[in-house]
């Protein structure tokens, strides 16, 4: 039987992915995983040098695969993030184009609930360069207030905005999180 474990490139993915909500998805799918997600704490991180820790942390909580969330940034493609991370045939790298924080963007009833605006939208969220710093300015022209930290938004979108994966993928324009969705559902039992 497959177990998961998962590795996020930042607090921002540990965020999401220690989420009730995503927890109770992969739990509705019957999908077994471990609880805690290791927080790389940054793409520097994500180094094979690195990553033999991250999984040994996993597999003694009885992980079996190992599925690592990260940030496109500023690299060219999602094949030079793969290589980067060179991870072995036992991980499955799934890469957010841009950054994570474009899911945010991407689910559309969420967003409405952060800036109380039941007409906001926004149609290609992977194409944003920084998506955190979108969201601030955005937060900010609408309702007069920022947001300090991508922990604190994150925080925020799924305690009080209530953030889902499932509906960032159903977003026509975040093809990452759709992808991410469907590799995960994969390992439904």
């Known amino acids: 039987m497959v177990k998961l474990g998962f590795i996020g490139e930042g607090a921002v993915e540990k965020i999401i ?11 509705s799918l019957k999908i077994d995983f471990v609880k805690e997600v290791v927080d790389a704490t ?12 991250y999984t040994k942390t996993l597999k003694d ?15 060219q493609c999602i094949t030079l993030t793969k290589n ?5 045939a036992e991980y499955l790298t799934i890469v957010t184009i841009k950054q ?17 605006d039941q007409n906001f939208m926004i149609e290609n969220p992977e194409v944003i ?11 900010y ?8 930290t991508k922990v604190i938004l994150a925080k925020q979108m799924i305690s009080k905005f209530g953030f889902s994966i499932q509906r960032a993928a159903e977003h026509p324009n975040c ?3 759709k992808y991410f969705l469907q590799k995960i559902t994969e390992f439904a039992s």
């Open 17 to 27: 992915l220690e989420s009730v909500a995503f927890q109770e998805f992969l739990s």
């Open 42 to 53: 940054g793409n520097g991180n994500l180094l094979p040098q690195n990553i033999e820790g």
């Open 61 to 75: 909580k009885g992980a079996t695969t190992i599925v690592i969330l990260t940030d496109l940034d500023e690299d």
């Open 84 to 88: 980067r991370i060179n991870p072995s």
């Open 100 to 116: 994570i924080e474009a899911w945010f963007l991407a689910d559309d009833q969420a967003m409405k609930n952060l800036f109380s």
């Open 129 to 139: 360069k920084n998506p955190f710093q979108e969201i601030r300015r955005l937060r």
């Open 141 to 148: 022209e609408k309702i007069g207030r920022g947001i300090p």
């Open 175 to 177: 093809s990452s999180a």
